[in-house]
């Protein structure tokens, strides 16, 4: 099976005999956002390999600036847990414990604390500093500053799915179970078209098992809600893919839109998760214009050495005379011809209780979508 991403898969939970005296300090408490509570999470399970915790000041620059880590790993998106300067002046201690809920989920060995340059790294890493992109965002409304260091896991949140939950050893004894060698992810943070559907099953065809893996957790406005996606995902797979050829499970983490970057980040993910493959379409994790729609693609010639293969996709459309699902490499009729699977025009059809064309989208997967009165993010 493939390796996770720095070699080993990075497990920071705490054994009964561990938590039981790091549970026993006293120390500054800190509570984190729900975000971040699943930061710390996907840090402690491995989800994140290499990463062992929040990054320090030195790692950041070098995420940064180099889309890597100090020691040449390659990382693109930054970690951070950021904290008000009042609360850093609380801190007397070298560890702090993180709490969720008011129950203590980690104990924070702090390395450093450091002033977020938000400007230079919002524009570094969305390559925009427009408060529009949401993104930057992001970063512009993080507190001033942020503590680096290892985190050891001592209580974990609750899961939305827990069925669907998994950690990359639990994915990758399932896939080992079934006796996938070669297996591609699919990342979305939608519900399925045909075109998604038909760029699944394609990829399919060259590998044992499809891994489809949607993300759960914070959204801009007018995306699809969580549970709109997996029952959506839930009916398609039921209906039209071989049970023991596609595996759902979700990521449990927020949607940073960060085009092509985010796309290597989302690759390496999936590689810790036990994915060889790694399906790339139009526009991966772009938001508005801000990245050329092939962005995505070529930012993987700059990683020889990820270890997992993209599978590039350009756009898919339904060809009238081709009576087929197409794209430009297949098919040599014109642009009257094609039906594009245009995101914006199934919203608005949904938005007024129409349910799409089925050479746009599955029936059953438009009923489950048009059954809400607001499928969408507030």
């Known amino acids: 099976m493939i390796k996770p991403h720095g070699g080993k898969l990075i497990n920071r939970i ?13 120390g500054f408490e800190y509570e984190v956002s729900k975000e971040l509570a699943q930061e710390v999470k996907n ?15 030195k790692q950041l620059k070098s995420v ?4 890597r880590l100090p020691d040449g790993n390659a990382w693109t998106i930054p970690i951070l847990l950021d904290i008000s300067e009042e609360d850093k002046n609380n801190i007397k201690d070298n560890f702090i414990f993180l709490t969720f809920n008011g129950e203590k989920i980690a104990y924070f060995e702090i390395e450093d604390i450091y002033k977020i340059p938000k400007q230079e790294t919002a524009k570094k890493v969305y390559t925009t500093d427009d408060i529009n992109h949401p993104g930057v965002k ?10 680096g260091g290892k985190i050891t896991l001592l209580n974990s949140p609750a899961s939305p799915y827990p069925d669907y939950d998994l950690t990359p050893e639990q994915t990758r004894a ?25 760029v699944q099953k394609a990829a399919l065809t060259v590998v044992d098992g499809l891994f489809i893996n949607p993300i759960i957790g914070k959204k801009k406005k007018g995306d699809f809600k969580d549970e709109v996606i997996m029952k959506s995902y839930k009916a398609l797979t039921d209906n039209y893919f071989p049970e023991d050829r596609v595996f759902l ?26 994915c060889t493959h790694f399906i790339v379409g139009r526009d991966h994790a772009g938001v508005g214009d801000y990245y050329h729609p092939y962005a995505a693609h070529e930012i993987f010639k700059q990683f020889p050495e990820l ?29 009257e011809d094609h039906i594009n699977f245009a995101g914006k025009m199934m919203r608005k059809m949904i938005t007024e209780g129409t349910q799409p064309p089925e050479d746009q989208m599955r029936p059953e997967v438009s009923e489950v979508i048009i059954s809400y009165d607001n499928p969408f993010v507030d």
Request: aromatic fraction near 10%.
């Open 249 to 274: 499970s979700i990521l449990p983490t927020e949607m940073r839109y960060g085009g092509p970057r985010e796309a290597i980040h989302h690759a390496i993910i999936r590689k810790n998760f036990g």
């Open 138 to 147: 992001r970063v512009m409304e993080l507190k001033d500053y942020a503590i």
């Open 14 to 26: 705490a054994s009964e005999k561990d938590k039981e005296s790091l549970l026993s300090k006293k």
């Open 174 to 198: 399932e896939f080992e179970k079934r006796g996938w060698e070669k297996i591609v992810g699919f990342q979305t943070r939608n519900v399925p078209h045909l075109g998604h559907e038909f």
């Open 307 to 335: 270890g997992i293969e993209p599978v590039i996709f350009r756009a898919f459309f339904y060809c009238k005379k081709c009576r087929a699902i197409a794209s430009d490499k297949t098919c040599p009729h014109g642009p």
């Open 64 to 67: 940064a600036d180099n889309m």
């Open 43 to 57: 840090i402690a399970n491995g989800l994140f390999s290499p990463l062992e915790g929040f990054l320090t000041e």
